[in-house]
């Protein structure tokens, strides 16, 4: 049932190349009012029906993806999910006897509880139930998939759990090629999405470190062979995050 939510926002409302979506087009739609039918049927769902590593990462991810971009749609936002405050933690889903926010399945599960940044307390307790649901250990290539409604997003994908590697691999090339990163190196410097200050930690320990796991999703081997080589030199800095809609 539950894999059936991910296939209705394709349905010629997203542009996966040029990573929007026709939210405005979505809301008067047929499509959309079956979405909304069937996302009420999350609260029967077992998630101990969920038994694989891979197949828990590609739900919650594929559930953060459709859950932003029903809160946009409900919530009639034109510009930027900054209009909303708090907008990740106020859109939920139902499953079961539980509740789960964008914030609360990004930091909660996928990041097996860690604190969001700058912030000073994780979302689930030792007493909360969906402790029971987290992913075991962080795949820091899970950056690369999560949609966020802005410009700055990764592209739209939906994830399996045959192929989720390959997913991976595929969504951090296009995330980094498509602007992830911009790398100048006449100065020595690159410039990197803000993910990567935001969850360095999930990355790597160090600056090098994390180039280092960046540096072979990069098409060009010029690029990937200078950032392999100059991970010490290298001055990093942090783009600017667009906030704003990811919308056509």
Request: charged residues 30%; contains cysteine.
């Amino acid at each position: 049932m539950y894999k059936r939510l991910y296939e209705y926002p394709q349905g010629g409302f997203i542009d996966k190349g040029q990573r929007r979506v026709a939210y405005e087009r979505m809301r008067d739609s047929e499509v959309y009012r079956d979405y909304v039918e069937l996302s009420y049927s999350l609260k029967d769902m077992e998630l101990d029906d969920l038994k694989t590593r891979e197949e828990k990462i590609a739900f919650w991810i594929n559930l953060y993806n459709v859950i932003v971009i029903h809160g946009v749609v409900e919530m009639g936002i034109r510009d930027s999910v900054k209009e909303v405050r708090n907008f990740f933690r106020r859109v939920r889903y139902r499953i079961g006897d539980m509740v789960f926010t964008p914030d609360e399945i990004e930091h909660g599960v996928l990041r097996n509880n860690r604190r969001p940044p700058n912030t000073l307390f994780r979302f689930f307790n030792e007493r909360d139930k969906r402790l029971g649901y987290v992913v075991d250990s962080i795949d820091p290539r899970i950056h690369f998939a999560p949609v966020c409604a802005s410009s700055a997003c990764p592209p739209i994908e939906v994830y399996t759990d045959e192929n989720l590697g390959k997913e991976f691999t595929i969504a951090g090339e296009a995330f980094l090629n498509g602007g992830g990163i911009r790398i100048d190196r006449g100065m020595k410097h690159v410039a990197m999405s803000r993910i990567f200050k935001w969850y360095g930690g999930d990355f790597g320990n160090t600056q090098s470190e994390i180039l280092r796991f960046i540096a072979p999703y990069l098409y060009d081997p010029a690029d990937r062979e200078f950032i392999e080589e100059n991970t010490e030199e290298l001055k990093v800095t942090c783009q600017a995050y667009d906030w704003r809609l990811n919308r056509y």
